[in-house]
């Protein structure tokens, strides 16, 4: 079921950018949200022992990684000439990250 999931969510954002909406921005930042909570969980499995893996930290340590990414891609785009800080493509990328901790958990 996540598995199915994940890739209903996936096929979804890459028919939408295909399709070159007037949110594609956002998808991209849906899309980075994933693919960095998802490696975080996989790094976190491979760097700690199973006897000690906590589904809570993993959860907070997948959406803190797509939160401090999107975070910084915001204030780089902030200090680019004409750039400006988009607090929605932020938020599209924290839910990319939930989106992998609520299919992971």
């Not at 996540?2 to 991209?28: C, H, P, W």
């Not at 999107?70 to 932020?90: C, I, R």
């Amino acid at each position: 079921m996540r598995l199915t999931l994940l890739l209903l969510f996936t096929m979804v954002t890459f028919s939408l950018q295909a399709q070159g909406t007037k949110y594609e921005d956002k998808i991209m930042h849906y899309g980075a949200g994933n693919f960095v909570a998802a490696s975080t969980s996989v790094f976190y499995n491979m760097i700690t022992p199973k006897e000690k893996r906590s589904k809570i930290w993993k959860s907070v340590f997948c959406l803190a990684s797509a939160t401090l990414v999107g975070l910084g891609k915001e204030l780089y785009d902030k200090s680019a000439p004409n750039g400006q800080f988009d607090v929605k493509d932020l938020g599209a990328t924290m839910l990319g990250g939930l989106t992998i901790v609520i299919v992971i958990n």
